[in-house]
């Protein structure tokens, strides 16, 4: 069964750029679209972008402009490139496979989590 792992995370000043990974460990996403959600204390997780096999994107309102989501199917990785991080950003990411087709963030329709990366953003 794959196991989805990040990587990249850990302690910024605000304005700084940080990049996380997620990678299909004993399997690979096959055609299935890639998110990548986010959950800080006493908040619920919320998406922050997806991506499908194709590559097309979808993004937050909070995170347009200032993230990038990209993914390479022969490596079996999505990454997120963060830039122009705010304190609000800090949190726990996870990356998540979905359950079907389509770029939705909405937590109920992606299975196989990480385990996540601890995002932390300073002022």
């Known amino acids: 069964q794959v196991q989805l792992v990040e990587s990249g995370g850990g302690l910024v000043q605000a304005g700084e750029s940080l990049t996380l990974s997620c990678v299909a460990s004993g399997g690979t996403f096959n055609w299935r679209p890639v998110g990548w959600f986010r959950q800080s204390p006493g908040k619920e997780r919320e998406g922050v972008a997806a991506?499908?096999?194709?590559?097309?994107?979808n993004y937050a309102d909070s995170v347009k402009g200032r993230f990038l989501i990209s993914r390479d199917n022969s490596k079996n990785t999505v990454s997120l490139q963060m830039n122009g991080l705010k304190p609000e950003d800090t949190a726990i990411y996870y990356c998540?496979?979905?359950?079907?087709?389509?770029?939705?963030?909405?937590?109920?329709?992606?299975?196989?989590w990480g385990q996540g990366t601890q995002v932390t953003v300073s002022s």
């Open positions: 991506v499908n096999y194709n590559g097309a994107m």
């Open positions: 998540a496979r979905r359950s079907f087709y389509g770029l939705g963030l909405r937590v109920d329709e992606y299975d196989d």
